[in-house]
């Protein structure tokens, strides 16, 4: 436990540490289409919420609940929460083609023995999905159960950081297979994720924390988690010291 969590807190900084200018691009472009995703959910979450609240007030008996501002708002409100919580998912099947290709440069960098075998957007993106909506199922599930037992007295004061752990091993999960779909099979990747759980849980929940800083945090969020999962795998597989490596861009 303790050498996963060190290994994947070391990655993720050599990540910061080592980045040149070549992978700015990459930076830029993942951050783009990240925040234009978020601002079109939060949007549409706003939308929705008048005809959300149209619909609650006609099926209630209180005259008050068809004049109310305060049931729109409370209904945006819960639509923003539920988008945030399949936000990740729809962010890393989106940018599924452009991070697994990210994560095959940066092995190549760190591997001068891997032969990219050459890159296909539309199997990333299919694997992506598989991975991301089989996690998010997953997730939503053992958070309803934690939502109830969080009604508990006694048991909310583990409910909330249980919420927390699953919520960032399921997000690491989905990144941590932007460098294992090169070199396992869906089956194989299930039981390779669980094994490096402790890891999974960290670079999830760095990703949360980063994505939790307003504008910047979708920027570099994607980016530097994917290029750490990368390592980490990386320096588990080739028993690697942690290095130092950037993006070339192709010429």
């Given at each position: 436990?303790?050498?996963?969590?060190?290994?994947?807190?070391?990655?993720?900084?050599?990540?910061?540490?080592?980045?040149?200018?070549?992978?700015?691009?990459?930076?830029?472009?993942?951050?783009?289409?990240?925040?234009?995703?978020?601002?079109?959910?939060?949007?549409?979450?706003?939308?929705?919420?008048?005809?959300?609240?149209?619909?609650?007030?006609?099926?209630?008996?209180?005259?008050?609940?068809?004049?109310?501002?305060?049931?729109?708002?409370?209904?945006?409100?819960?639509?923003?929460?539920?988008?945030?919580?399949?936000?990740?998912?729809?962010?890393?099947?989106?940018?599924?083609?452009?991070?697994?290709?990210?994560?095959?440069?940066?092995?190549?960098?760190?591997?001068?023995?891997?032969?990219?075998?050459?890159?296909?957007?539309?199997?990333?993106?299919?694997?992506?999905?598989?991975?991301?909506?089989?996690?998010?199922?997953?997730?939503?599930?053992?958070?309803i159960l934690l939502l109830i037992a969080g009604l508990i007295p006694g048991l909310n004061l583990i409910a909330i950081p249980?919420?927390?752990?699953?919520?960032?091993?399921?997000?690491?999960?989905?990144?941590?297979?932007?460098?294992?779909?090169?070199?396992?099979?869906?089956?194989?990747?299930?039981?390779?994720?669980?094994?490096?759980?402790?890891?999974?849980?960290?670079?999830?929940?760095?990703?949360?924390?980063l994505f939790a800083i307003p504008v910047l945090g979708a920027i570099v969020a994607p980016y530097f988690t994917t290029v750490?999962?990368?390592?980490?795998?990386?320096?588990?597989?080739?028993?690697?010291?942690?290095?130092?490596?950037?993006?070339?861009?192709?010429?």
């Amino acid at each position: 436990m303790i050498g996963q969590i060190k290994n994947i807190i070391s990655s993720f900084f050599y990540s910061i540490a080592s980045l040149k200018s070549g992978a700015i691009k990459y930076i830029l472009i993942t951050g783009f289409i990240a925040l234009l995703i978020f601002g079109v959910m939060i949007w549409g979450a706003w939308m929705l919420a008048g005809y959300g609240a149209s619909i609650v007030a006609v099926l209630t008996p209180w005259q008050w609940a068809n004049e109310s501002t305060l049931l729109s708002f409370i209904i945006g409100l819960g639509l923003i929460i539920g988008f945030i919580l399949i936000l990740k998912y729809i962010l890393l099947i989106a940018l599924s083609p452009l991070l697994s290709y990210i994560s095959e440069k940066a092995e190549k960098s760190l591997n001068r023995e891997y032969d990219i075998r050459g890159f296909s957007a539309a199997t990333s993106a299919a694997r992506s999905v598989r991975i991301n909506m089989r996690n998010m199922v997953k997730e939503i599930f053992l958070t309803i159960l934690l939502l109830i037992a969080g009604l508990i007295p006694g048991l909310n004061l583990i409910a909330i950081p249980l919420l927390f752990i699953v919520q960032a091993y399921f997000t690491g999960f989905g990144i941590m297979d932007f460098y294992l779909e090169r070199h396992m099979t869906f089956r194989e990747t299930l039981g390779e994720v669980y094994r490096h759980k402790y890891a999974s849980i960290i670079l999830g929940g760095i990703f949360m924390l980063l994505f939790a800083i307003p504008v910047l945090g979708a920027i570099v969020a994607p980016y530097f988690t994917t290029v750490a999962g990368t390592q980490y795998f990386l320096k588990n597989r080739l028993n690697l010291q942690p290095t130092t490596y950037h993006l070339k861009p192709n010429p």
